[in-house]
């Protein structure tokens, strides 16, 4: 059973902007259970990429290098979700977008195997 679930993605040009939000997905999941929420992409061939990560109390944010100061990736914990506002898109930024939940990440960027709720994805794609 898929616990997350990702929505606005979409087709936009390049310099344009998307906002993808994660929420929980049912009545079962307990949003309280995660620690770290990321967003990962993954484009055919390649291996699935952290682009932005935050974590549940506290806040603190984490950023691809590619994607810092055009991303921005926030919480709403009285909502239950988190939103990834994409700014200045690049034909690079295309991709399957991905959130993923985590209870205990060091690094969640890199490590996307603390990663163990992942919702279906949404497709983005920026043209030139």
């Known amino acids: 059973q898929v616990h997350l679930a990702e929505s606005g993605g979409g087709s936009v040009q390049a310099g344009g902007s998307l906002t993808l939000s994660c929420a929980a997905s049912g009545y079962t999941y307990n949003w309280n259970s995660w620690n770290c929420l990321g967003w990962f992409r993954q484009v055919p061939g390649k291996e699935r990429e952290g682009v932005a990560a935050?974590?549940?109390?506290?806040?603190?944010?984490y950023y691809h290098h590619s994607v810092k100061g055009r991303f921005t990736i926030s919480r709403d914990n009285a909502k239950n979700t988190v939103t990834l506002q994409m700014n200045s898109l690049k034909v690079e930024d295309t991709g399957m977008y991905y959130c993923?939940?985590?209870?205990?990440?060091?690094?969640?960027?890199?490590?996307?195997?603390?990663?163990?709720?992942w919702g279906q994805g949404t497709q983005v794609t920026v043209s030139s």
């Open positions: 935050i974590y549940r109390v506290g806040g603190s944010t």
């Open positions: 993923a939940t985590a209870f205990r990440t060091t690094s969640p960027l890199d490590r996307v195997g603390d990663f163990d709720e």
